[in-house]
């Protein structure tokens, strides 16, 4: 048994969460797996997202508004996914710094993509 996080998971759990990292790799650096271009506040924020899978909602534009950041302030954004909560509160704050992580990388990418 391994402890990650205060919780027990034994040796074949964490051969398979491995194999399913590897299966999204490949299959994502390939180009295989497909991603869609959504738009949320009124067009204001472009988001990259998979076409299947998790999907954005009203509830990451609802999060970034109750955020109470200021220009200038540092917010960790933790599970950030594709980054909508981060993209909806740097709308809404142009000066607050985000730093978003994220343990699926190909929403990373799709995160990174949606930056530039």
Not at 79 to 84: F, L, M, P, Q, S
């Amino acid at each position: 048994m391994t402890n990650f996080c205060n919780r027990s998971i034994d040796e074949k759990q964490i051969d398979f969460f491995m194999l399913e990292k590897v299966f999204w790799e490949l299959f994502w650096r390939r180009g295989l797996i497909k991603h869609e271009e959504i738009y949320v506040l009124d067009k204001r924020v472009r988001l990259l997202q998979p076409e299947k899978g998790f999907r954005t909602a009203i509830d990451s534009v609802m999060l970034a508004a109750a955020c109470p950041a200021r220009g200038g302030t540092r917010v960790l954004d933790m599970g950030c996914g594709v980054g909508a909560a981060a993209f909806c509160l740097l709308d809404r704050m142009p000066g607050a710094f985000v730093c978003g992580i994220e343990i699926q990388s190909q929403y990373i990418e799709l995160a990174q993509k949606t930056s530039i």
